[in-house]
């Protein structure tokens, strides 16, 4: 499911993606350390762990923080750089995995 809303006074829109999947019980460790790794792996990015309701044994719950420094291109004659650099930039988020 999807929701998408522009929040008052702000500019750009808030998304909530939210994927529910039932697994067989025995497969539920190696899913949540393999979704936890995926979701935890973007290079530019701060992770903090967050209160995990006790949802299970492999419950977790984590943000991800947006820690990005895009620095542009030098060019010779000007130290400060005048080439741009194009990058897709990671959006703050939270998962919950249970």
């Not at 500019?11 to 935890?40: F, H, W």
């Not at 492999?58 to 990005?68: D, E, K, L, R």
């Amino acid at each position: 499911m999807r929701f998408t809303r522009s929040p008052q006074g702000v500019s750009g829109q808030t998304e909530i993606l939210q994927t529910v999947t039932r697994y067989p019980a025995k497969n539920i460790p190696a899913i949540a350390a393999l979704a936890e790794k995926q979701e935890r792996s973007e290079k530019n990015m701060i992770f903090s762990s967050l209160f995990s309701p006790v949802l299970g044994s492999y419950s977790q719950a984590f943000s991800g923080t947006v820690n990005t420094l895009i620095i542009p291109e030098p060019d010779n004659g000007n130290p400060l750089g005048s080439g741009s650099v194009e990058r897709t930039v990671p959006q703050d988020f939270v998962a919950t995995i249970f």
